[in-house]
């Protein structure tokens, strides 16, 4: 089998060097968005492609001649679209799931293939490590044991929008009106790549916020 995965994530990166490692098939790894090539993809005809995490769109005619793979971390139908995990954490949410997909012209609206728990608990690094074992693990059902696609109910479908830097700043109002829990997630859906929270202090400097707990007042 031929597979071209193309993303850009450290995440997607290591599903794809552990896919590599692991089976005989001939593998095409396309790293980032500068990388990507569509005339490169069709010369290596591959069986299956994978687009792990990727964000932006994929040509009509490329989603007919090949089959396409999305992963996308949200309880498909729920949280379509962008920034997926940091929309979920700022809802409150503790529970998600891994979910893959067969892309088509529509955003994230494919016929299901995979789909699996997946925790919000702890620091966002963490959450990255489980959604790679996930991934990587139905990644490995999917090739065994074939796509088997099941459609999404369109009529449940959710959708959010993708964050944007200035999305982070954590205002006055949040610190007077929120609980410990809202700026608790906040904070932690916001770690390294992702632009930081941050509040602006009167000098018009930026106090960053890299990781955060909650105490009780006895502790």
């Known amino acids: 089998m031929r597979i071209a995965c193309i993303g850009y994530r450290d995440w997607a990166m290591n599903i794809y060097d552990r896919l590599a490692e692991t089976y005989d098939d001939t593998f095409l790894i396309i790293r980032s968005k500068a990388q990507y090539n569509e005339e490169v993809i069709k010369d290596f005809q591959p069986n299956l492609v994978l687009f792990y995490g990727w964000s932006w769109r994929i040509p009509e005619q490329l989603l007919k001649d090949f089959s396409c793979l999305m992963l996308h971390p949200s309880p498909l139908p729920k949280y379509r679209g962008g920034s997926p995990i940091q929309n979920q954490i700022i809802e409150g949410h503790k529970e998600s799931m ?109 106090l960053v916020f890299k990781l955060v707990e909650i105490k009780d007042d006895n502790c």
């Open 98 to 206: 891994v979910s893959i997909f067969v892309m088509n012209n529509e955003m994230d609206a494919g016929d299901i293939v995979a789909q699996e728990y997946l925790s919000l608990d702890g620091e966002l690094s963490e959450i990255f490590s489980r959604l790679e074992e996930t991934g990587f693990r139905l990644t490995e059902r999917i090739l065994s044991n074939g796509l088997n696609p099941a459609p999404q109910d369109h009529d449940k479908a959710t959708y959010c929008k993708r964050r944007n830097p200035e999305d982070s700043e954590i205002t006055i109002e949040e610190f007077s009106d929120e609980n410990s829990e809202y700026l608790y997630n906040k904070i932690r859906m916001l770690a390294d790549p992702y632009p930081n929270a941050f509040f602006r202090t009167r000098d018009g400097r930026k």
